[in-house]
């Protein structure tokens, strides 16, 4: 058919103008790696800054990247719905600088899948514990045995020694330990959901008289614990396995190593990313020395002391601070 250029100029008048963006071309995969992001470090060699999960950095880098103009409402709500729960937000598009939004742990959901949590060994072995209904992280099982296998060898794990866990979650790692020998645990979480879940699995196990459950910030707990009933206390095992996107691990050490709940000889436990890099194998002008530095997967378990008196049959493996190697 044959049309005029009357009929032609028409219809371009006449014809409806999209409002739409056109859809965002999607980031191309062959342009090699993303740089990695250098934190900065404190005086003494530990992160000052925080980390977001791999993932999280890709997406987010890639978006930066182009040039294409913001996404319509419709494919940004598809992009929502198929990705949003897995990676716990969706940036901001059109190139924003600000970091990628991420889901708070301790925050409740109004759906979630229950993690299954077991206890991996001692008394308690095989007993299914209660999944706090929150978006959370706990410690995976095979890195809960390495945990303890670490520290067995010390003699930490006894009746008249006390752990106190710090971001309790569902209380899993303070409970391994109960269940592993220990005489006292004390949890310590800001979520009341944790701490509800962290009292119920405890009655269940029969352990209520062993444990105090502190619902607080940790923060908080380090630097006054008179005001949480932990005064005069001091603990012969700290576990910290916080959030690794919600804190600043160079400020959480600091933390530790001026409480009063830190003692001498008291095991310091440290769950952190293996995006942080190495910590250092002494830190605080020797206040805390290494023993154990152990990567499983994206997670890496440090071990230090807090000022050796030679009591405790302790042998550092300086060599595991030397480098992470691959995963275990």
């Not at 250098?38 to 060699?45: A, E, F, I, T």
């Not at 993690?115 to 890195?143: A, E, K």
């Amino acid at each position: 058919m044959c049309l005029c250029s009357t009929s032609v100029q028409t219809y371009l008048l006449l014809r409806p103008i999209s409002t739409a963006h056109p859809p965002r071309a999607r980031p191309r995969c062959d342009a090699g790696p993303l740089p990695k992001k250098v934190l900065p470090r404190d005086w003494q060699g530990l992160p000052a800054g925080k980390v977001y999960a791999p993932r999280r950095l890709q997406r987010s880098a890639a978006l930066h990247t182009l040039d294409a103009p913001p996404t319509s409402a419709g494919a940004d709500s598809r992009r929502r719905s198929r990705r949003g729960a897995e990676q716990g937000g969706v940036t901001s598009g059109g190139g924003s600088s600000q970091p990628p939004r991420v889901r708070r742990q301790g925050k409740e959901l109004p759906v979630r899948e229950l993690q299954r949590l077991v206890v991996s060994g001692g008394d308690h072995r095989g007993r299914r514990l209660v999944t706090p209904g929150v978006y959370m992280r706990p410690m995976m099982s095979r890195v809960r045995e390495a945990l303890f296998s670490m520290v067995y060898p010390t003699g930490v794990l006894r009746e008249s020694a006390a752990t106190l866990d710090l971001f309790s979650g569902s209380g899993v790692v303070g409970i391994e330990a109960l269940s592993r020998g220990i005489g006292r645990a004390t949890f310590v979480d800001f979520s009341p959901v944790c701490t509800e879940a962290i009292r119920s699995n405890c009655a269940t196990l029969g352990e209520s008289e062993h444990v105090d459950v502190v619902e607080a910030d940790v923060y908080s707990v380090l630097s006054s614990p008179e005001r949480h009933g932990l005064g005069g206390i001091h603990f012969e095992m700290v576990t910290v396995t916080p959030p690794y996107e919600e804190v600043v691990y160079s400020d959480l050490m600091s933390a530790l190593a001026n409480s009063r709940l830190v003692g001498e000889d008291t095991l310091i436990v440290v769950e952190y990313p293996v995006e942080l890099g190495m910590f250092p194998p002494s830190l605080f002008d020797g206040q805390f020395v290494g023993l154990r530095n152990r990567r499983y997967g994206r997670t890496v378990l440090a071990v230090y002391v807090n000022r050796p008196s030679g009591r405790l049959d302790l042998a550092p493996f300086t060599e595991e601070f030397v480098s992470l190697g691959g995963k275990n």
